[in-house]
């Protein structure tokens, strides 16, 4: 019998999916989306909106492991207070407020597996990848918590003109979180962008916001792309070669980068997440065609 673990992890808040039929929606509670006009987004999208749903305020949310870690039936899920099922990329909020978002681990830093969301099952708990039916790991672990933002998404019918024309890659922004602490998969941190990377993975965009943990001893050091140069030496570099780098050792060509091969300021990452937050909010509303996603 499969083994099943539950760890609780810290978080302010969860919230309802727009359509979801799972244990948190609320009929009565059925909500709008909210404009967010913080001074904290600078000009390229004080004017954007920021959608999410009503939040049901909840200090833990529980990490519920199903079967054995490192096998095809490794799945974690999100459990609310009640011992219910959640989805980490429809239920737990996006924005928090004063340019904080929640971000959910896939990948802890200094380790291989290559986990991520499965955005085909309900749920869409995070589990390991396969690749021809066998389990894929990055030639050498990554060296950042790596993971997603809740309640974005990459439409793969819009072509961005300012990185090529590349489409979106059908998956939930991703987070390169760079502070010193070792995360747990599922676990939901409290960050703050600072810059984007514009990576383009076979002729599909596929965004690197990155950001820091409020919790980390250097997050006040650092608002901006500068700052991380100056208090995280070389970092930004690393970042971008990793993932330019990492499926060379499996015979493939090196993943290119748009906006002139560097990384955008903080403002920038702000215009991209509020962008794939908007496609994102059009998938859930069944505004664009879901294909094989769940959104449940």
């Known amino acids: 019998m499969a083994a099943t673990r539950v760890i609780v992890s810290a978080s302010n808040t969860i919230t309802t999916s727009l359509l979801q039929k799972g244990p948190l929606r609320n009929p009565k509670t059925f909500s709008l989306c909210f404009k967010n006009t913080s001074s904290n987004y600078g000009l390229l999208v004080q004017k954007r909106r920021l959608f999410t749903c009503n939040a049901i305020y909840n200090p833990q949310v529980q990490i519920k492991e199903e079967g054995q870690p490192e096998t095809l039936d490794y799945r974690v899920f999100l459990l609310d207070n009640s011992g219910k099922k959640i989805s980490p990329w429809h239920d737990i909020p996006l924005h928090l407020?004063?340019?904080?978002?929640?971000?959910?681990?896939?990948?802890?830093?200094?380790?291989?597996?290559?986990?991520?969301?499965?955005?085909?099952?309900?749920?869409?708990?995070?589990?390991?990848?396969?690749?021809?039916?066998?389990?894929?790991?990055?030639?050498?672990?990554?060296?950042?918590?790596?993971?997603?933002?809740?309640?974005?998404w990459e439409d793969p019918s819009l072509a961005n003109p300012e990185v090529e024309g590349a489409f979106g890659d059908n998956d939930p922004v991703d987070v390169v979180e760079i502070g010193e602490t070792r995360a747990k998969i599922g676990e939901v941190l409290k960050v703050k962008p600072l810059a984007a990377l514009a990576m383009i993975d076979e002729g599909e965009l596929d965004w690197k916001i990155v950001a820091i943990s409020l919790d980390d001893p250097r997050a006040s050091l650092v608002n901006d792309v500068d700052d991380v140069e100056k208090h995280f030496p070389g970092t930004l570099t690393a970042i971008r070669d990793w993932f330019r780098d990492y499926k060379i050792p499996d015979g493939k060509p090196a993943n290119k980068f748009g906006l002139g091969n560097k990384p955008a300021n903080k403002d920038y990452a702000l215009k991209v997440i509020t962008e794939t937050n908007e496609s994102w909010a059009k998938l859930v509303k069944r505004s664009v065609p879901a294909g094989e996603l769940s959104l449940v």
């Open 97 to 152: 407020g004063d340019g904080v978002f929640n971000f959910i681990v896939e990948i802890p830093k200094e380790s291989s597996a290559k986990m991520e969301v499965a955005t085909d099952e309900h749920f869409t708990p995070i589990k390991q990848d396969t690749k021809k039916g066998k389990l894929r790991y990055y030639p050498y672990n990554i060296n950042w918590n790596y993971g997603l933002l809740p309640q974005t």
